[in-house]
């Protein structure tokens, strides 16, 4: 028997597995969160910082991808704190890109 872990996010009160990250958890209840760098096939990196959702409690968003649920936990995944700090990771991704997009592999199509 699997134990389930009792949390809520977005107001949605919810019972995951234990182990689950809180990405994984926002999937199985149809929460979308934005991410680029996460992919359930692969290893977890964290590095892109998207998938960043308000936990109360924490000082600061924490990376859902890469946190893993707790009992009693209470996420929100597009609180002002969530989006605010979502956007100042975008813009820190497009202020650092190359911009040299007839160059590069993706062709633009990224």
């Not at 019972?15 to 680029?36: H, N, W, Y």
């Not at 936990?73 to 991704?93: C, E, G, Y």
């Amino acid at each position: 028997m699997t134990d389930l872990v009792k949390l809520t996010i977005d107001n949605k009160e919810i019972e995951v597995p234990k182990g689950t990250s809180i990405l994984q958890a926002c999937e199985m209840v149809d929460i979308q969160v934005p991410r680029f760098c996460y992919h359930s096939r692969l290893s977890i990196a964290g590095n892109c910082r998207m998938c960043l959702v308000e936990l109360e409690g924490a000082p600061k968003p924490v990376a859902s991808c890469a946190f893993p649920v707790a009992e009693g936990q209470v996420i929100r995944t597009q609180s002002q704190i969530a989006k605010d700090a979502r956007k100042s990771v975008m813009q820190f991704l497009l202020a650092n890109h190359p911009l040299d997009c007839p160059l590069c592999d993706q062709g633009g199509e990224c």
